[in-house]
Every structure is written in structure tokens, then in C-alpha cells.
């Protein structure tokens, strides 16, 4: 292999902050990803780009601004995907000489002119919208709509067919076969494998649920679906062993956002919020601007260049993913119109965050959004402000915006012009 580091981001569908052993969980445990962890850094105050699913992931594939790059919200059936003209990970890596891989979902556009082939992926397996049920592989988000219940599941854009096949173990499968590919090319490679654990519909292997039949049912089908991700992470990392390819490649995970409490997710017509996923405390969850909706467990790991065990208290988020396997590769972000910035000198060198404001939008129009600053974060929902101290108080519990009229003055100018350049 070129000495060139290889890449893989993984990441995961509606976690909360303390869904992981590593990070806090001590109902089950996820060893694979506190080996990450240990081989590695845990990044405690890692931000993804939005509340919701394609807006997140289009964060962390374009290193910008959701909202700046056309993806404000989720990507509809219908609805056009994340532009082709836009630069990507992988579109950048293949001038760099990558192969370029992609396991999992996409949920950025399923039709010819947004699917991955067209976003800089060699080769890529996995489904297009934003879940399938996880045997037979099957779209129904809107049963009610039957033009809307279609199989979903390609490679390279040709439909497959796996029937009654856990679609996690074939995600898996699909990604070692990729790296076996990647070694014996003989060249670097990016792989993206994204999970759709623990997104609705809650299926998970029976074996699975039975380890967990001690908890709440709630929390039985959440910890059973993140130990089966855990395994198929473990399998992958051990191919990377095998190969000898561990200790150059540069691992990252995230999750697109935080848990969900929708209650479909009961999966069998209950009608209350879903508590399965564990924030940590923090206040909100998927959908919201709220901590809780978008604070992430992120670990990274590169052991031929970041020591292991750390712990990284400085403020990253997903945007930054892009600009920082770049420069590590060797490329240049100044190329590319990023808003995201390279962190491996926070992660491995110790250095503070590069970060001043940050933002956020939710909604197609971003009429619900935020700016942090600091250790302070205001929140705009239409006409309402919160204001929260986030070095005192995390969850975010206590509005202090008129207790600080000049400070909340200052943000929110510095929010609305922000919205201003980006819409």
C-alpha cells in the first residue's frame, strides 16, 4: 500500500451523547468502539452540522454549511438531492489518487444525478432513502402513499435483491470486501460507512434482544441495535488488523444527530415519545437545535499520528471532517469553498479549537437557528430567544438572555447576518 494514510468515516443514525460505553452508558457495552477510543481520542464536545439525517451527512461530505449547500432539511422522495457540482470527500480524494468506497445509506437524493457515483464514489452498496426495513429492505417512511413503499437496495446503481439478509450484516460484508479490494489495488482509499442503526423501524436480531431482555423494551431494542453495530465495526476493524492497515488509517466516527423520540419508533402503533436513546442529560434530541439534538459522540483514531486515550474537550464539528482528511492526504482546502476547518492539531497536537462562531439552522428556510460563540450558544426559535452559558450549564436549563441584553444583542446581529449570506 502507498504510505499515504487511508480513510474511513463511520457513522451512525439517531444516537444520543451517552450511547456508548466509552462515553458514559454502563447498561451495555461497546467494546469496538472504545477500542477506537483507546486507539485513539474521544471528542466530548463534537457538534454534527444539523438535528436531522440528510443535512447532517451533507455536513460532513461537503465541508459546509447545510443550509449553504443546498440541503437544508431531509431529501424527499421526490425532492432533487445534494448537487452534483458540488466539491466532496471523495471527489477530492480521487485527484489525490484514492479509491473511493461507500457502504450503508445515502439519504442525499435518489435519483440518478445525486446518487454516490456521482459524488465521487468508485464503488458504493447500500439504500437511497431515509430507512428500509432491515430484512427485506423495503422503503414504507409513508405507507399511507403506495407509491412511496419501493425495495431500495443497489450497488453501483443496479438494484440487488438479499431478502430476509440483516441489512447491517450486509453493509458489513460489502465494506470488508471493499478494503480486501483497496489492499490488493495497492492504492490509498476513503470509505464512507454510514449505519442506519438505530434509526426506525427498530429491528434487531433476536439473538441480540435476548441479551438485553432485562431492560426496559425501550431501551432493549436501542442497546440490541447499537451492539450489533458494535460487532459489525469490530469485524471491520479486525480485517483492517489483519491487512496491516489499522495504524495508517485515519478512523473517524459520528453520528448524524442525536436520538430520536418519535413514536413510531415503537414499531407497533403506540402513540407516546420514544426514550429509548440517552443524551447524557442534555436537553433536546433529534429535530431540535437543543444540545441534545446535535452534541454527537465522536471518536477518531489514527495511531500512526494521534496517541491513544485522549480526550478532547475542544469544540469540533462534522464540517470539519472534510478539510481535515484533506490536508492529511496531502491536498490543500484552500481549493475548495469549505466552511469547515482542519482540526488534527486540536486532536493530535493539543492545540484549541479553531472554531469562533458556529451555526445551525433547522427548517427549510432556517427560521429556527443558533450561533455559539464560546461557551455561549443563543437559540432563535421565530421570535423567541434563549440564551445559555454552556461551561455552567450544559443542558441548557436556565435562560440568561435578560440577564445579558448586550451580549444577546451582539449574537443575534452576528446570527442573522450569517443566515443573511447563506440564503
Known sequence: MSDKPNFIVFMSDDQGHRDLSCMGATDFQTPNFDRIAS????????????????????????????????????????????????????????????????????????????????????????????????????????????????????????????????????MRDKAIEYIQKAKNDGRPFFMYIPFNTPHYPLHAPEEYMERFAHLPRSRQLMTAMLTVMDDAIGKI?????????????????????????????????????????????????????????????????????????????????????????????????EQYNLDGTDILPMIADNAPSPHGDLFWTQGPKGNTRVIQSDRYKLLLDQNEIHLANLNTDPNETTNIAGDEPDLTNDLLTRLNEWHASVT
Not at 491487512?243 to 413510531?264: A, K, M, V, W, Y
Not at 477518531?300 to 494521534?306: D, K, L, T
Request: proline share 7%; net charge negative.
Open 39 to 170: 486507539r485513539g481520542a474521544k471528542l466530548t464536545r463534537w457538534y454534527s452540522n444539523a438535528p436531522i439525517c440528510s443535512a447532517g451527512r451533507c455536513g460532513i461530505l461537503t465541508g459546509r454549511y447545510p443550509i449553504a449547500a443546498g440541503i437544508p432539511g431531509n431529501v424527499g422522495v421526490t425532492a432533487d438531492g445534494l448537487s452534483p457540482d458540488l466539491p466532496t470527500i471523495p471527489k477530492a480524494l480521487k485527484k489525490l489518487g484514492y479509491q473511493t468506497f461507500m457502504s450503508g445509506k445515502w439519504h442525499l437524493g435518489n435519483r440518478e444525478p445525486f446518487l454516490p457515483h456521482n459524488h465521487g464514489f468508485d464503488h458504493w452498496f447500500g439504500f437511497t432513502n431515509g430507512c428500509i426495513d432491515y430484512y427485506s429492505h423495503i422503503f414504507y417512511w409513508a405507507l399511507s402513499s403506495k407509491n412511496q413503499a419501493r425495495h431500495d437496495l443497489w450497488e453501483d446503481g443496479r438494484e440487488v435483491y438479499r431478502n430476509g439478509t440483516y441489512f447491517v450484516d450486509l
Open 237 to 333: 476493524l479486525d480485517e483492517l488488523e489483519r491487512l496491516d492497515l489499522f495504524d495508517n488509517t485515519c478512523i473517524f466516527f459520528q453520528p448524524d444527530h442525536g436520538p430520536s423520540r418519535e413514536p413510531r419508533n415503537w414499531t407497533d402503533g403506540t402513540d407516546l415519545p420514544y426514550p429509548g436513546g440517552d443524551t447524557g442529560g442534555l436537553r433536546g434530541h433529534k429535530g431540535t437545535l437543543w444540545e441534545g439534538g446535535i452534541r454527537v459522540p465522536t471518536l477518531m483514531s489514527w495511531p500512526a499520528r494521534v496517541q491513544g486515550g485522549k480526550t478532547i474537550d475542544e469544540i469540533g464539528i462534522g464540517m470539519d471532517i472534510f478539510p481535515t482528511i484533506l490536508t492529511a492526504a496531502g491536498g490543500d482546502p
